[in-house]
């Protein structure tokens, strides 16, 4: 999404607001915001999905001569519990301050470009971009339905905040497994040498 800047370069404001929806979506999608102009700001989560878009709200003030970019974004954005794959919605909100500058007064000192401004181009200035690199940065790596999730069953995958299964999760540990073929050895052993003392007693009390 591209803001004029004729106004604030031009001197005739030195308040630039607005606000505006910037659609982003994950995997190979394109869409079109509320000016009609196609944005391809892709994100890398296959599971995440924007339905609304960025809800952006801000400005670009020059300050004697200095340009800043202040906004707030709200992202809602729908996806699934990392444990139980149930749906999760959610909300990202947030507020960021991002340095503004013309691409060619840059180049021509010779600084450093993409760290740390946001760069006005042929008179525009792309609110796409810091809103797609904040979003990157602040976004949850991991979402769940609740704090107290049991997620799955490893086993049989019934969904353990629903319902019980029978399964035995806890295997033997393979380190006692020859001290447990060796306990069931002896047992067998004894069990032999008892029927046989049995044996021999009755034999005895025969004769």
């Given at each position: 999404?591209?803001?004029?800047?004729?106004?604030?370069?031009?001197?005739?404001?030195?308040?630039?607001?607005?606000?505006?929806?910037?659609?982003?979506?994950?995997?190979?999608?394109?869409?079109?915001?509320?000016?009609?102009?196609?944005?391809?700001?892709?994100?890398?989560?296959?599971?995440?999905?924007?339905?609304?878009?960025?809800?952006?709200?801000?400005?670009?003030?020059?300050?004697?001569?200095?340009?800043?970019?202040?906004?707030?974004?709200?992202?809602?954005?729908?996806?699934?519990?990392?444990?139980?794959?149930?749906?999760?919605?959610?909300?990202?909100?947030?507020?960021?301050?991002?340095?503004?500058?013309?691409?060619?007064?840059?180049?021509?000192?010779?600084?450093?470009?993409e760290e740390d401004y946001v760069l006005i181009a042929d008179n525009?200035?792309?609110?796409?971009?810091?809103?797609?690199?904040?979003?990157?940065?602040?976004?949850?790596?991991k979402h769940l339905c609740t704090e107290t999730c049991r997620g799955?069953?490893?086993?049989?995958?019934?969904?353990?905040?629903?319902?019980?299964?029978?399964?035995?999760?806890?295997?033997?540990?393979?380190?006692?497994?020859?001290?447990?073929?060796?306990?069931?050895?002896?047992?067998?052993?004894?069990?032999?040498?008892?029927?046989?003392?049995?044996?021999?007693?009755?034999q005895s009390k025969k004769r």
């Amino acid at each position: 999404m591209k803001l004029d800047m004729g106004p604030l370069l031009t001197g005739n404001t030195d308040v630039l607001p607005f606000e505006r929806n910037i659609p982003f979506a994950s995997g190979d999608v394109e869409r079109e915001d509320d000016t009609g102009e196609a944005d391809n700001y892709l994100f890398p989560w296959d599971d995440v999905v924007f339905p609304r878009g960025a809800h952006v709200n801000g400005s670009v003030e020059n300050q004697s001569g200095y340009m800043k970019l202040t906004f707030t974004a709200s992202v809602y954005y729908e996806t699934h519990c990392a444990r139980c794959l149930e749906p999760v919605a959610g909300e990202l909100q947030f507020r960021a301050e991002k340095n503004v500058a013309e691409a060619r007064l840059l180049t021509e000192a010779g600084e450093k470009q993409e760290e740390d401004y946001v760069l006005i181009a042929d008179n525009c200035l792309d609110i796409s971009q810091p809103v797609y690199d904040e979003i990157l940065l602040r976004f949850p790596s991991k979402h769940l339905c609740t704090e107290t999730c049991r997620g799955l069953c490893p086993l049989c995958g019934a969904n353990l905040n629903e319902t019980t299964c029978g399964c035995t999760l806890k295997e033997p540990d393979p380190r006692l497994a020859k001290l447990q073929a060796l306990f069931h050895s002896d047992n067998m052993e004894g069990g032999t040498d008892n029927g046989s003392t049995e044996e021999k007693n009755i034999q005895s009390k025969k004769r």
